[in-house]
């Protein structure tokens, strides 16, 4: 209960972190957002997106516009407000910080890669 | 040749099987209860179902097809995501799970699958959880006190029939998925064929038939005269008693 506990906390700060990354790219739509991700094999549905861009945006970090679609109904494109740009530069701050301390806290471990599916 | 329905999400038309209807609509549901607490709920679930639609039309396109089946609901629907699986945050889902959101409701209907006059006991049993004999027990008994019949009639008259798998799904109180959707739909092809096997087998002369439901007929009402004989012998025993 508390591996997961942390799991879960590791995982949602670096998804969001990786989020908005992904949208600083440039403009973007969220399924594509979601194949990103699945392919830097950070697994989540794409219903687990939805609620996130939209807190994203009504924080202020995110800004969209519509665009007409050849296939269905018209797609939000997403890209990063200049807040939303801030928050990326002190995040990659953090992030730099947070690597290298997990980098030298795991100094001479020798880590086996399990296949852990999850 | 199945039954469509047309439905419009945010703006597009689609033409959608009954079944897969149902299904989609069970998904809908749950994902708008899942965003009933979430801050803009409207914003999130109008995402999610400009999503499927933009998904559907892809589908159809690609298929040259034009009515949406089970099979593309079960494709979107599994793309999108189970609604149990939307939070990364397991503490959120307690606590939504804990206001028991998710349960699906128990309908009533009559089971005429499981009947001896119009499926009205079955039905209540299947309601309450409860094997149809003690219901049809109690329908007996209260044959007796003079009100059974009429009471069986009214209860006839309002209680729907199960007439689709839906119907006998919230019937028995079995939650409306896909899953359970294939279980059924295979129980229900096992029962045809079972009754094809036998209704072949059962294929004697008429006259046959009409000497068996006259005997049945008659062992009814035997049945029926004994139960009456005993009955007027504990009213008769009652009534020693009060004296």
Sequence with gaps: MIVENTQTQMRKGILEYCILSII??????????????????????????????????????????????TSGPPRK?????????????????TWSELSYAVEVSLENRIIEPTTEKS | MNKTIIININGTVFHI?????????????GVKRHFTYTTDSEEIVTDIENRLAEMFSERLKLDHKQVIIIDDVEFVTEKMGAVDDFDIDEEDQTIRLSTGAYKTEKKLFRDTEDSLVGGVCSGIGHYFGVEPKWIRLIAIITLFMGIGIPLYIILWLIIPKAKSRVDKMAMKGEPINIQNFKKNFDEEIEGLKSGLRTASKEAKPAINRLARFIGKAGMLFIKFIGAIIISTWFNYIFRLLER
């Design chain 1, 24 to 69: 600083s790219r440039g403009e973007i739509y969220a399924s594509d957002i979601i194949s990103e991700l699945t392919k830097a094999r950070l697994i989540v549905v794409e219903g687990t997106i939805y609620p996130l861009l939209t807190r994203l945006k009504n924080n202020g970090l995110l800004i969209y516009n519509w665009q007409e679609s």
């Design chain 1, 77 to 93: 494109y997403y890209i990063l407000s200049p807040a939303g740009l801030e928050v990326l530069k002190r995040l990659d701050t």
């Design chain 2, 17 to 29: 099987e009954e079944d897969a209807y149902e299904v989609l609509r069970t998904y809908m549901t």
